[in-house]
């Protein structure tokens, strides 16, 4: 009798499972679609943890750079290097511009500002002149 019950009860189990597994494959879509989403959503936060991280560390450098600078030379020096990179600035491309430029370039060769005055002067040259300066 055992046997009758358990083999008449078979069909009705298999088409049980049958239907809990094609829900669960359903389910299984439906969160698989959800996390493709989500991360699709994450990569731009990603990129930008990315930009920012980077933005970090070059400010560090920064910083250390300037606390180089400011072991070597003076408030007053370093304030008289920017006064002659500024010009550049607000005379860009100018004859000015470019003697400022000079000037800081021989004056003060060794602060991280005159990489900046270098490129700039590089930007306005041409041929050797501007290999020199890259």
Known sequence: ML???ITTGWPL???TNAVDVAQLKQRVTQLEKQVQEMSS??????AQQAVENRRQMLREKFVNRSALDAQKHTPEQL?????????????WGSPEATDSLQKMIEKFPDINRTGCALLYLAQNAAGEQRAKYL
Do not use: F
Request: with cysteine; charged share 15%.
């Open 41 to 46: 959503l994450l990569e731009p936060l990603k």
């Open 3 to 5: 046997i009758c019950a």
């Open 13 to 15: 189990l298999a088409q």
């Open 79 to 91: 304030q008289a290097a920017e006064q002659l990179y500024q010009v550049a600035n607000q005379k």
